[in-house]
């Protein structure tokens, strides 16, 4: 039976190369020189520090415009508020997304199960399979959650017929 999968993932290297550039510019720049403003990351999980809210908005910035430029989704990235952390000094955790939260994935197999398309859609972690017995439908149920979904970036992987 033709089947294929809906993830959320993002590019690792991608983004790793992007946090590099956009450290690398900050410490090159006018504007942040004698600063202590940096971009650290552990797994999923980024960090930015700086001495204070306009330079955090600043080095922000910079780090969208080269994830931008590496071809890395900004909607990957969930920003919590920023910290104070001493004198003037702010830090401010990004959260990176990976796989389909459990939430988005029913909202999805609703999705599906109200088009009337001929597919079923399962969740399996942090993913959804869906089958169909017919290519058509996978391919229709495809354009239906690309025009549907816009909160996160999907990808669909493993094609098989």
Do not use: H, W, Y
């Not at 999705?111 to 942090?126: C, F, N, P, R, Y």
């Amino acid at each position: 039976m033709p089947s294929f999968d809906i993830v959320s993932e993002v590019n690792k290297v991608e983004l790793k190369n992007a946090i590099e550039q956009a450290n690398k510019e900050i410490a090159n720049r006018f504007d942040f020189k004698g600063s202590d403003a940096r971009i650290e990351q552990k797994e999923f999980e980024l960090t930015l520090f700086a001495d204070d809210d306009f330079k955090l908005r600043q080095v922000i910035d910079v780090l969208l415009a080269k994830m931008a430029k590496r071809g890395v989704d900004v909607r990957f990235l969930d920003q919590k508020d920023p910290q104070a952390i001493g004198g003037d000094k702010v830090k401010q955790l990004i959260a990176v997304k990976n796989g389909v939260e459990t939430e988005l994935a029913k909202k999805i197999q609703k999705l599906l199960k109200e088009s009337k398309i001929k597919v079923t859609a399962s969740i399996q972690g942090e993913s959804l399979r869906v089958q169909g017995a017919k290519r058509d439908d996978l391919q229709a149920a495809i354009a239906l959650c690309r025009s549907s979904i816009d909160e996160v970036p999907l990808q669909f992987n493993n094609f098989r017929d």
